[in-house]
């Protein structure tokens, strides 16, 4: 998401991003070292050291954020998915002079969110209602901003919320103006909203017709593979589809709804709906993958292995099916250990004997090198 | 079942079998006729029109037991799965001279069956006890009998327990003997207990007669694969599967522990495990059926549908997945 943000912004003009993080992850930063390269636009990062709320980390990042320019910055938030009209945001801003503007976009459930109540024909906000239990508005603060440098006067060095601090104050001095946010918008927080996104994502890509969506008899819908990803013969994919780079899909294998990260192998004849796969994962032959099943990095799903969502932290192998949604922290063998490990772990089996299913306990005594 | 049992019973000599039902299936009837033909013996029914118990039926069809020779006669139930030593049952039974002959079998859990009591170097019965709370002996009777005509003259055409009421008077006269038949048995009234019969059944063919299991690459352990039933290519099938006449199985299929009935078509990728796939049913693309899923007869089970042990009755379409276990009427 980071990334469609970032070339969007790239596309009108910017050409200095800070992104506001919490922790070094060393990972990302390669990552976007790669894109600095690539998108010739300058990434630099702003770390806080304790939380510091939506708005202290603008005030954190104070001297990246202003120049001598003086003119106004951007501020996205990087759980969200829309489109980014941020040429027009520009225009909006320059046309009501005021202090900052604000994307919103409509919901069908308001009174989850804040509502963002504005006058009509001008777009000035009058106000802010946090989950309102009586109908005020159905347009909510999309998250996405376009502020000018004195904003960052107003904000302190502690943590604060930009929307229940900052903006109502600039909002009392009607200085404030929010835009009607045309096309998709999704908070995807959540894995099932995340779900929803991609949807959202793809049918805007089809929409104006992108030759990114992939085409043939194997694909249904709108689907979107990355161009080192390989297919094999005799797929079914889509609709809702995302497939990342590296991916393998071998022979026979049946994917809707679902994203599948860098990396990944789906082995034969799997059978794949309403789920994440996280990097480099594998789901194993034959196995059923759905309902919400969310597998972190470097899953190992073995073969004829059922999940009904499960969600399964990193580095796991799975060799038992998941008959109801439940998350998976410790299976029978760890990983990549050099300890003697002591694991407890609960399996059911489908017996064939006599007896009726049973959970029984498992004490097992590994030890493992540390190994790929 | 059946055929098995008429085959171990061609093979010794009998040349015409009784069967006791209680109503007319014309399709068996007609499909008993091919082997009528094919096995070159002779079968009969016996139609009950009210229920006469597991004694009543013999009395029934008295007329097509008896003939001239007094010899004696066969009983078997069809719903159990074993070996047939038919021969060894005759010699054991002109050995002692005693009026009735029963095989009985080992289990690991009496209590729930009937017990026989024998004494253990003739085999004499003693006495039956029914579903014993202590322990009394670990034999049951495994539904396989060989009676002298005379037993006949014991029993009314009324509802009669042959366990209850007439195998008992004969054994406090001494005259009813026990055998413990080798090899397994199995109760195959129950569906799981039907997965676990044929687990045996093909476990024992793999003993006595291995050039009937199927092998190849796409096989692993015991697969028994009529002969007019087509596997596509890079297909998983095994252990423990069966599959009947004229099925089709499409490429990329993965079969376990399963059987699947006459005319029974998976389509492409699907995964059965642990279940019973009735004749000329399907089972769509991606499917994946598990858990004692039973599929009566004509279901289609449509592509990427999940069943756990899902029960569904017969001529049914299954559209939404089936997610624990329940009867689909």
Redesign the interface.
């Known amino acids: 998401m980071i990334l469609h943000q970032i070339e969007a912004l790239k596309a009108i003009g910017v050409t200095e991003v800070v992104l506001a993080i919490n922790y070094q992850p060393e990972l990302m930063l390669n990552f976007l070292k790669e894109f600095e390269k690539k998108l010739e636009i300058k990434i630099t990062c702003s770390q806080e050291t304790e939380p510091l709320g939506t708005a202290g980390p603008l005030a954190l990042a104070r001297d990246k954020l202003i120049d001598v320019s003086g003119k106004p910055f951007f501020v996205l938030n990087s759980d969200v998915i829309s489109e980014y009209p941020l040429k027009e945001m520009i225009e909006f801003h320059k046309s009501h002079g005021g202090e900052a503007s604000i994307m919103v976009t409509k919901v069908d459930e308001p009174s989850k969110y804040g509502v963002v109540v504005t006058e009509e024909t001008t777009g000035k906000v009058e106000k802010f209602v946090e989950k309102p239990k009586i109908f005020v508005g159905n347009k909510i603060n999309a998250g996405i901003y376009l502020l000018n440098p004195s904003v960052l006067d107003r904000i302190e060095l502690r943590p604060t919320s930009i929307e229940k601090e900052v903006f109502p104050k600039i909002a009392a001095e009607k200085k404030l103006y929010a835009m009607l946010l045309p096309g998709f918008w999704m908070d995807i927080g959540q894995p099932k909203d995340y779900i929803t996104g991609l949807r959202l994502y793809l049918d805007s890509l089809r929409k104006k017709s992108s030759p990114k969506l992939a085409k043939g008899s194997h694909i249904l819908g709108n689907v979107l593979i990355d161009e080192t990803a390989v297919i094999g013969d ?1 797929c ?1 994919i889509g609709p809702d589809v995302a497939i990342g780079p590296g991916c393998v899909i071998e ?2 294998v ?1 994917l809707s709804c679902c994203t599948l990260m860098r990396g990944v192998r789906i082995k ?2 799997a ?1 794949i ?1 309403s789920s994440i796969i996280g990097w480099h994962s594998t789901v194993g ?2 196995a ?1 993958v ?1 309902n919400m099943t969310i597998l972190g990095e470097d899953v190992h799903v073995g073969d ?1 292995v ?1 999940s ?1 969502g499960g969600v399964v932290l990193p580095h796991k192998e799975i060799k038992s099916s998941i ?1 109801k949604p439940e998350i998976v922290m410790a299976v029978a063998e760890a990983k990549h250990s050099k300890t003697k490990v002591l694991i407890l772990t609960a399996e059911k089996h ?1 017996g ?3 007896e009726n299913d049973k959970d029984y306990y498992e004490e097992e005594n590994v030890a493992y090198e540390t190994g790929t």
């Open positions: 005799g079914l022979p026979g049946r034969k004849h059978c709906s032959r034959w059923r759905e004829e059922y009904n008959l489908l064939l004997d006599n």
